[in-house]
């Protein structure tokens, strides 16, 4: 496995918007192939990774799900010299103005969002954040060159360059959810050299960001006995709730709720603090909005888990993670997996 920094900005740099993964699986997929048994691909684009248990067959399983997919842009029409923008996934519409893009047309174009004076905005947007339909893509081309190369339903994706800040943090975009597939990596690399009863299924997600189907599917498929998402959360910043953000560099989130088996999450909770792992709770009262949430229903249902990393301006093209708490989830993940023994389903608990 490549180090964790550099890995991480190439996962960032590859395009892979919502239900348009191909780019970035291959790149996990060769990043996981020497450390797994087996791997595949879902229907839906999900990548499946096999790293067999010693235990007796049957044996169970345990499946850790990142998302791969990104928020980005689509394409909704062509006029003149600029192009006209819908959103995929959760776009802050407020920061992309002068944002730097890539038009994935009949080639890959560069091009930057272009914001127009107020005068020309309509009378109920010329105050305030432009608005996502009044944004329009500029490539420099001229209109009718522009129109051969590029046509609506085309994909968007941001092209800032990730960029090293003090204190080991890393900012970016697409760091929601590349930075999980980055410490389910480092996971698997430190399961090379543990031994593990269950079998672990390392599944980097298509969808989340739109209709959460690559979970859902994969756990139907697989049929884990558990199922853990590893995705980001709010990390704080400047303007947020105490209760409702983390600091960024100073552990891991745990997730407690509806979502959540208790069982699980009292078993993550105890063995982070067995192994001196800085963790937080995060009380969630309805649906997690992670891919938990279609594992956990998913077939007869699954007991559930979410571990999650800070990550402050989550849905802009200026993501931030701390890279130590990437390496604190890949840590406690592969501890988990080589805690579990034949009794475990055994002894979880509902209360």
Request: one cysteine or more.
């Amino acid at each position: 496995m490549p180090e964790l920094m550099p890995f991480l900005k190439e996962l960032i740099r590859a395009p892979g918007l919502s239900g348009h993964e191909q780019p970035v699986r291959k790149i996990i997929a060769e990043a996981w192939q020497p450390l797994v048994d087996e791997i595949s691909t879902s229907r839906l684009g999900s990548l499946h990774a096999l790293k067999r248990g010693s235990g007796p067959e049957p044996r169970p399983s345990l499946l850790i799900a990142t998302h791969m997919d990104a928020i980005g842009l689509m394409v909704t029409g062509v006029k003149g010299e600029f192009l006209s923008l819908s959103e995929v996934g959760g776009v802050d519409a407020r920061v992309l103005p002068g944002q730097l893009v890539t038009v994935h047309g009949r080639k890959d174009l560069p091009g930057v969002i272009a914001q127009p004076p107020a005068y020309l905005l309509p009378p109920d947007n010329n105050n305030g954040p432009v608005h996502l339909e009044n944004l329009l893509v500029d490539t420099g081309l001229e209109a009718g060159e522009l129109s051969k190369l590029v046509r609506p339903g085309d994909l968007v994706s941001f092209a800032q360059e990730p960029i090293e800040l003090r204190n080991d943090t890393l900012a970016g975009h697409t760091l929601d959810n590349r930075a999980s597939v980055a410490a389910l990596t480092a996971c698997l690399e430190e399961l090379g050299g543990r031994r593990a009863s269950w079998d672990v299924w390392a599944v980097a997600t298509v969808q989340e960001e739109e209709t959460l189907g690559g979970a859902a599917t994969s756990a139907f498929q697989l049929h884990p006995s558990l199922a853990v998402a590893v995705d980001v959360t709010f990390g704080t910043g400047p303007g947020t709730s105490s209760n409702k953000a983390f600091d960024m560099g100073k552990g891991i989130v745990l997730c407690m709720g509806p979502n959540i088996h208790p069982g699980l999450f009292k078993a993550f909770k105890e063995l982070a603090e067995k192994l001196e792992i800085p963790y937080k709770i995060e009380v969630t009262g309805a649906s997690s909005g992670t891919d938990a949430y279609a594992m956990q229903v998913a077939a007869e249902g699954f007991p559930t888990m979410v571990l999650s990393i800070p990550l402050r301006y989550m849905h802009t093209p200026v993501e931030m993670v701390s890279m130590k708490d990437i390496a604190r989830a890949g840590r406690l993940l592969a501890a988990f997996a080589a805690s579990l023994d034949d009794q475990f389903m055994e002894k979880l608990k509902l209360d």
